[in-house]
């Protein structure tokens, strides 16, 4: 069957340290990847796009990584702080002519002072 | 820009009624995809609109259909209501011809009792 696996339902990690966050699908070859941020009650808010030709994006203290032969994306805040608390989530285009966004069920990220 | 809104924000239905929840794209977005997103869960894609016609949908019964209006507006009608129709809907617009981020309103709560 098709599956988004986002490995940790929860992740609690000390200010100022890094937080990595994973990506695992099966049975899809999206051409793009997408990550998310959701804070409790909101919609979800978009952080980045990774196309499958690239190996790495970044955005100020955001990485993104994605590798299609490992069908794995991870996701690092670095410098990480309590207003980087939240749920995020990992997407995929799996639309061709159009995009057809689905998600992975989340992890909540929380940062501790 | 207004970004994407929705209406009403919270709801509550009795078991076997129906519901219409309404959404407006971000000015200059022809494509409306609709969410469904249970306590916990990632978003569950439901369908998409784009020219008012349904294009592509996910896994959910007939009792969930929509409707594109020529603004590019969209409604998400669900009959029936079951319990498990509790969740939060999302609308996210898009540009049909880009694979480019989606943006996300708020979304509507709706309780079924």
């Known amino acids: 069957s098709q599956k988004i696996e986002q490995n940790s339902e929860a992740l609690n990690i000390q200010e100022g340290k890094t937080a990595t966050l994973t990506c695992n699908y099966t049975?899809?070859?999206?051409?793009?990847l997408q990550w998310y941020r959701q804070d409790p009650g909101r919609g979800p808010v978009f952080l980045l796009l990774i196309r499958e030709n690239e190996k790495e994006k970044r955005k100020e203290r955001l990485k993104v990584t994605f590798d299609t032969t490992l069908k794995q994306s991870l996701f690092h805040i670095t410098a990480s702080q309590p207003a980087d608390s939240a749920t995020y989530l990992c997407?995929?285009?799996?639309?061709?002519?159009?995009?057809?966004?689905?998600f992975g069920s989340g992890t909540r990220l929380s940062i501790r002072p | 820009d207004a970004g994407v809104t929705q209406s009403p924000t919270h709801l509550i239905k009795t078991r076997g009624q129906q519901v219409t929840l309404r959404c407006s794209p971000k000015s200059g977005h022809d494509t409306v995809s609709w969410y469904q997103q249970a306590l916990g869960q990632g978003p569950q894609f439901i369908f998409q609109y784009y020219e008012e016609e349904e294009r592509q949908r996910g896994n959910f019964p007939d009792r969930f259909s929509g409707h594109q209006f020529p603004n590019y507006s969209s409604e998400l009608n669900v009959n029936a209501l079951l319990l498990g129709d509790s969740a939060l809907y999302l609308c996210a617009s898009s540009w049909t011809e880009t694979h480019t981020e989606a943006f996300f309103g708020q979304g509507t709560r709706l309780t079924v009792v």
């Open positions: 997407a995929l285009d799996i639309g061709s002519s159009a995009s057809k966004i689905i």
């Open positions: 049975n899809y070859s999206p051409a793009y």
